[in-house]
Each structure stands twice: as C-alpha cells, then as structure tokens.
C-alpha cells in the first residue's frame, strides 16, 4: 500500500525526519505512531500525504483522494450551525446520504446538528471531524492526536467508538497519539520516532517482547519496594513506577508470588506501550 525508503525532510539546515530503513504499511494495518513532542510524528503524517518537501522514495498504489487525514487542530465557521458545515464540506444532504446519517447516529451527533460550532464540547468537536473523515471511506486514514484536551471519559468513548466502527474493515490506520492505553486497543503495529530518527518499527507485541520481555509487573516505586525488589530484573520506567521484567512463566511466577506475599499492590501486562517505547528510546540511543 505504501513504502518509505530512504526519506529526509529539512527545516533549512535541521532535519526534522530521517527514514533509513524501509517501513511498510500494508492493506488492514493499525499503526500507532509515538513519540515525544518535536519527535516528527506530524511531520511523518505530512509528509506521506505529500505535505512537506522531501528527499527519498515513497510509493504507494493509492490516489491522493484515497487518504483522509483527521488533523489535530481543526476551524469551522463559529457561527454556522454544524449541520450545515457538514453539507457545504460533504457537498452533500444529511437527509439524502444513508452513510452520513448512519456515522451521525453511531456517534451520538444527532442532537450536535442544530447547534453552532462555537457552541460544541471539545468531545463533540472531535466527534465533528471524525464523522467528516471517516465517512470518505478511505483506504487509508491518519489520525493526528484524535483525542488531545478531552477528559478521561470522553478519550475513552470516543476511541471506543472508532475501535468498533473499524472492527470488520480492511482500512489501514495510522494513528499519532501520546495516550498509551488507546494506543493498546486500537493497534497492531508501533512506529516509534525520536528526534526525527526512527527507533523501531514492527508489530506491537514483537517490540514489547524485544524491550520488554514476556511480561512486565509495575508496582509504585516507594522506599519499602526499592528494598523488595532490589535484586529482581528491572525495566527503565516512569519515575513513580517500578519496572520488573519477567522472561518466562517461573520467573513471573516467583515475583508475583512474593509481591502477594510481600501485600504490595502490582499490575501485571504484556503489551504496556509506554515502558516498551522508553526501553526502546535507551536502547537505541546506547547504539
């Protein structure tokens, strides 16, 4: 579907994006693509949509028109109401397009459509963009920060929403977000940038088991579990977390045996994102 090879983008004399390797997206992927801020995660985006000025190859057997693209900041008109925004950028009648009115009610708009712009929820204004991308039906689809500035509660309905709308479709995704745990529900594969440099490519659960190990159990890193868990094999980790890599089942066995025994507080998983990409961060800057 699409390949890049061999690909720089400048910012006069700074290179914001090197692609060495080869990476490619193929038909029914789900790509989460991370990173810190200034990483190139937007950049990245830009520059597959043909956005940006670059060296390098990139092909692919689509037309620009098979791409849609949900940008993180998006403008409309404040004092429009919104169902008319969606016909003058749809070109189309809400009540004449069964797609529309489908994607308007799967999303719980129904009641958005009367309002102006101005007077959307930041939720509902996501909501907005999703249903105007989305109903493009488009091979492939970008979502840049898709849920940035909304509550806890409204990230997770929302991304609930489009973790089923694309349950039972071949579209490719690749989605840009800072919040690990969507990230975890919704992708296959992890794209992880630093710094314009790629550090790793590949599916999600090849990558944890590279940086992490089978299993990883984080427990709150206070003095009482630095003292427990001083001997066990440690993963780098977000400052008020511990880390504990387990390779095979006896060895996440014995950990978890004395934590229980020790009553401290743990979670166990195989796919935390965060902790893989900063293991993967390390280890490529050890390079």
Known sequence: ???????????????????????????????????????????????????????????????????????QYNNYANTMAVKHIIEAVLYTRIKKNKLLQDLITFFDFDECLNKKYAALSGGQKQRLTIILVLIQDSPLVFFDEVTSGLDFETRQKLMSKLVEWYSNKNSTLCVVSHYYEELEQLVNKLLILEQGQVVDFGSKDELFRKYCGKTVITLDNTEKNQVITSKLPKLAAPAHLIALSCHHNEEEKQITE??????????????????????????????
Not at 260 to 287: G, L, V
């Open 1 to 71: 579907m699409v390949t890049i090879n061999q690909v720089k983008v400048r910012y006069g004399n700074q290179i914001a994006l090197s692609i060495n390797n080869p990476i490619s997206f193929k038909a029914g992927d789900r790509i989460g693509i991370i990173g810190s801020n200034g990483a190139g995660k937007s950049t990245f985006v830009k520059t597959i949509l043909g956005l940006t000025n670059y060296q390098g190859n990139i092909t692919t057997d689509l037309q620009p028109e098979e791409m849609a693209v949900h940008m």
């Open 258 to 287: 004395m934590l229980i025994r020790e009553d401290i507080n743990f979670k166990r998983s195989n796919n935390n994102i965060e902790i893989m990409s900063i293991n993967a961060k390390i280890s490529f800057q050890n390079k």
